[in-house]
């Protein structure tokens, strides 16, 4: 399996062994655009592969922070209280570049910035860029996702 992230489109599709597209899911890249640097709050370009999976078995809309659950349920009531919080909302898919000097070590190495595939509250909209850098899915659809893929899993993110 791979996984297709297509920025233009705001689109993720998973695809079997032989490029057949399985599932399309919206999503939501970088407010900022695509870029690779450090401190860029963009979205990386290129290979990757999902380095870590975080969060199996956890409830919808669990609300993490630095990758271990807080013990919260997001709801927008909590929303409220942190208006300008990117949420990493129900499970996390770390990707890890996989093209030296581009993606990977040095100040632009996706996994030292951070770079998730993620859940989000259900008011963002998805289809738009809005994010600080990572991949943002609607909670349901990252469930699918992640129930799908293995650690390992190639991600390609294409301009």
């Excluded at 599709?13 to 999503?27: F, K, P, Q, S, W």
């Excluded at 990117?86 to 000097?101: A, P």
Aim: hydrophobic share 35%; charged share 20%.
């Amino acid at each position: 399996m791979k996984i297709n992230i297509q920025i233009a489109s705001q689109q993720l599709e998973l695809c079997d062994d032989t490029g057949r597209v399985l599932h399309r899911y919206a999503v939501s890249t970088a407010k900022n655009g695509v870029g690779e640097m450090f401190g860029s709050y963009c979205t990386p370009r290129g290979l990757h592969i999902i380095r870590a999976k975080i969060g199996a078995g956890q409830p919808e809309n669990t609300v993490f922070v630095r990758r271990r659950p807080t013990g919260e349920i997001y709801t927008p009531e909590l929303g409220a209280q942190f208006p300008e919080r990117d949420w990493i909302l129900t499970r996390i898919l770390w990707l890890s570049g996989c093209e030296v000097g581009f993606n990977r070590l040095g100040k632009s190495d996706t996994m030292r910035r951070y770079i998730y595939i993620h859940g989000t509250p259900d008011s963002v909209q998805l289809g738009k860029p809005g994010s600080h850098g990572c991949i943002r899915m609607s909670n349901t659809d990252l469930i699918d996702l992640f129930d799908l893929v293995p650690a390992g899993t190639a991600v390609e993110i294409i301009e």
